[in-house]
């Protein structure tokens, strides 16, 4: 059954990109749908399971790839939902990059200091707060004292966690149970409902055509709500203008599907993909050095073996965000808590003398896994994923049910992103072997490739049309109408966790994105309070709009 | 969603189960137990339900596993073969190699260079979850029946009502310097 409707705007991916175009245009007077491909899910319905079907696995996704592996939401929120809402600005440095095109990557237009008043009316909207030591879960506190005791420094990170609510479960993954972390359940989405924007679950986009009147047709299927390769009903949509927010790893896919309509693509779409420059290392802590040389204990006469207790990511080292360091040798090192189920595996046996990922030495590695402490390196990497030709359906080839599948993305470090992994993994030997606090190892890249949960850039903005797919404005070059507000959109690794700024990129582009539908025949307007109704952050960019 | 209730062949049973077991070694069930080698102590990928939850037909292999169960023991047989090994025929070739053996061939077949990795990754990637996540079980379920995987990591175990809570969780003070740039808003410069 195919049935065609019409709106104003349709909304493709409910994350950041998606959350924030819906809530402003739809407050500022416009029709907008939004058109999710995963579930929709309350904080009751989050549950504290790993089995196969429980919400873990049912808003969560893993596309593996050839050499890159990408872990992302699916479910409406986004990766707001499955995020360990980690959410620091970018460093000055990191819009001056220049990667490997040989000039500036970042819009002329976007400098941190440009993008200061956006970051705010973000931090405002979730809000995302200045955290305390006091509060700072137990492997946060270690990985701060062993940087001390390395002679380094150490930072709580900002992050959208509301602490005070916060049971420190470790369960951020499967989304939050007790509504603590403030994902886009709680801001943007409710808001842009209370002013008549439509979200729809299990509808995923497959592909846009082009109307005679210059709007677009947006073609879906209805994915099934619990075995999610199977699809249901087709359906479409008219639209005057359309927000592509799907993610990194499907905002390119959705293009490249639609190229035989719309006509050629820019050049960067599927192009430029950056994996964050993530890479991770496990530190196996001798719970006796820890308590001797680093002088920590719990109440209960431990001194650390709490690997599971925590909220993610909550302490970050920042000693190598030194803009004077030459390009590729710059990173961010966070303290991360990595779930059993898909990440203990990758973990590498220190010293193995037989296989380092599994058998006889990986089980004995897993009896210490209380003592385990997972570094997070986000550095800078090339650009150098590419997109091969799009699947049937969807952004992957779905193996399980749920969560489960291979992609078409390619993906091959070079030099320079191996350095910055290189550079980090010494750095972390050296935080955390010294005085034989604990023995490390990276994570293997033989089995699933490289790992990323913060995908980017594969359908970048720049001023350059032969290396960005987006104008500064966010607008598919040569596409009128069509813009792209996710993490697709950021032009390359930002060496720390992204979120904050994907949703301070949408914050900015959405006075243009409201001109645009205004030239187009929508009656609509740029001006909405944070979700809240808080104005302080609105009032501070009226003058940059 | 549960495994069909189809005819199982104990050759093929016994073929995965002695991946699994590759994977995340355990003790033997009992004397004359072949698929597991016993070369670890305590339960492993096996005793964890590596079997169920590779044959539910959400996980997405058990179709496959017919063919997988082929493939891996033809592999062993070349393996043996190469390696100028004596097999018993009287159980699945890949069953029949001794454990270090298995381990080997494991490592072949999982290489970044191997043809057919990807299937191999993913059937162990499979017996891992089942071991450190009972990803077949309710976690609560996994906790009642004693998951042999959940105790070893040390897993903390839920509250009555299958919730996690740890009401400790801070050392509850300053650890180390800030960054001297960090902004006013606890930023990176």
């Known amino acids: 059954m195919t049935s065609t409707e019409s709106t104003d705007v349709v909304v493709i991916g409910s994350g950041f990109g998606g959350a924030i175009a819906a809530y402003h245009l739809a407050a500022g007077g416009a029709r907008v749908l939004v058109l999710e491909r995963g579930p929709w899910l309350q904080a009751e319905e989050f549950e504290h399971d790993f089995k196969l079907g429980s919400s873990y696995t049912r808003v969560f996704d893993f596309v593996v790839g050839d050499g890159m592996s990408i872990l992302g939401g699916n479910c409406v929120g986004g990766g707001s939902v499955v995020y360990f809402a980690t959410m620091p600005r970018a460093p000055r440095f990191v819009f001056e990059r220049r990667g490997s095109i040989g000039r500036r990557m970042w819009p002329a237009s976007i400098t941190r200091d440009t993008l200061d008043p956006w970051y705010d009316r973000v931090t405002e909207a979730l809000p995302v707060t200045r955290q305390s030591w006091e509060k700072v879960p137990y492997a946060g506190g270690l990985f701060a004292a062993a940087c001390a005791h390395a002679g380094r420094t150490a930072n709580p990170s900002p992050s959208a966690v509301d602490v005070d609510e916060c049971v420190n479960c470790n369960w951020m993954m499967a989304g939050c149970r007790f509504d603590a972390k403030r994902s886009l359940l709680l801001n943007y989405l409710p808001a842009a409902v209370a002013h008549g924007a439509e979200i729809r679950p299990l509808h995923e986009v497959q592909r846009l055509t082009r109307l005679a009147d210059g709007g677009y047709r947006v073609h879906y299927r209805v994915v099934d709500e619990e075995d999610y390769r199977i699809l249901h009903d087709s359906g479409e949509i008219d639209a005057k203008l359309v927000i592509l927010a799907a993610g990194s790893g499907a905002t390119p896919v959705i293009l490249q599907r639609s190229e035989p309509d719309l006509g050629r693509m820019p050049h960067a779409v599927g192009r430029y993909f950056s994996g964050n420059g993530e890479r991770l290392n496990t530190a196996i802590l001798d719970e006796d050095k820890v308590r001797d040389v680093l002088g920590l204990s719990r109440p209960d006469g431990s001194a650390y073996a709490a690997y599971q207790i925590g909220r993610g990511p909550t302490v970050a080292s920042w000693d190598r965000l030194d803009g004077s360091l030459p390009e590729y040798e710059r990173f961010s090192l966070e303290q991360l808590y990595f779930p059993p189920g898909l990440g203990t595996i990758l973990a590498q046996v220190p010293g193995a003398t037989g296989p380092s990922w599994f058998g006889l030495e990986k089980k004995e590695m897993l009896r210490q896994w209380q003592s385990w402490l997972t570094i997070f390196t986000m550095s800078e990497d090339d650009n150098e994923g590419v997109f091969g030709p799009p699947p049937e359906t969807g952004n992957a080839h779905r193996l399980s049910m749920q969560m489960l599948g291979d992609g078409p993305l390619r993906y091959r470090p070079t030099a320079n992103t191996w350095r910055g992994w290189s550079l980090s993994d010494a750095a972390v030997k050296d935080i955390l072997e010294r005085d034989g606090l604990a023995r490390v190892a990276p994570w293997t890249n033989d089995l699933v490739g490289a790992y990323t949960v913060h995908p980017l850039a594969s359908c970048r903005i720049g001023d350059d049309p032969a290396t960005s797919a987006l104008d500064d404005r966010h607008e598919l070059r040569g596409h009128p109408g069509i813009f792209v507000t996710d993490g697709s959109a950021v032009p390359g690794a930002l060496t720390v966790n992204p979120a904050l700024t994907i949703a301070a990129l949408a914050e900015r582009a959405m006075p243009g994105i409201v001109r645009a539908a205004r030239e187009r025949g929508v009656a609509v307007q740029y001006g909405a309070p944070a979700p809240d109704g808080s104005t302080a952050a609105r009032v501070a960019v009226a003058p940059t709009v | ?189």
Do not use: C
């Open chain 2, 1 to 189: 969603m549960q495994p069909d209730n189809h005819d199982v062949d104990p050759a093929r049973t016994a073929t995965i189960e002695a991946y699994a077991d590759t994977v995340v070694p355990g003790a033997k069930r009992s004397p004359d137990d072949r698929a597991v080698a016993g070369a670890a102590l305590g339960g492993g990928a096996v005793a964890a339900g590596a079997v169920e939850l590779l044959e539910q037909p959400g996980g997405g292999l058990a179709e496959a596993l017919d063919s997988m169960v082929y493939t891996l023991n033809d592999h062993a047989a070349g393996y043996a073969t190469a390696h100028g090994l004596a097999l018993d025929d009287g159980v699945p070739a890949f069953v029949a190699l001794p454990f270090e053996h298995r381990t080997a061939l494991v490592l072949e077949l999982t290489a970044p260079e191997h043809p057919e990795k990807q299937m191999w990754v993913a059937l162990a990637l499979f017996s891992n979850m089942a071991f450190d996540s009972a990803a077949h079980l309710t976690t609560a379920d996994a906790f009642a029946n004693r998951h042999p995987g959940l105790l070893t990591i040390g897993y903390f175990p839920p509250d009555a009502d299958g919730l996690f809570r740890f009401p400790q969780y801070s050392y509850g003070r300053a650890l180390a310097p800030l960054h001297p740039q960090t902004t006013v808003t606890g930023d990176p410069a």
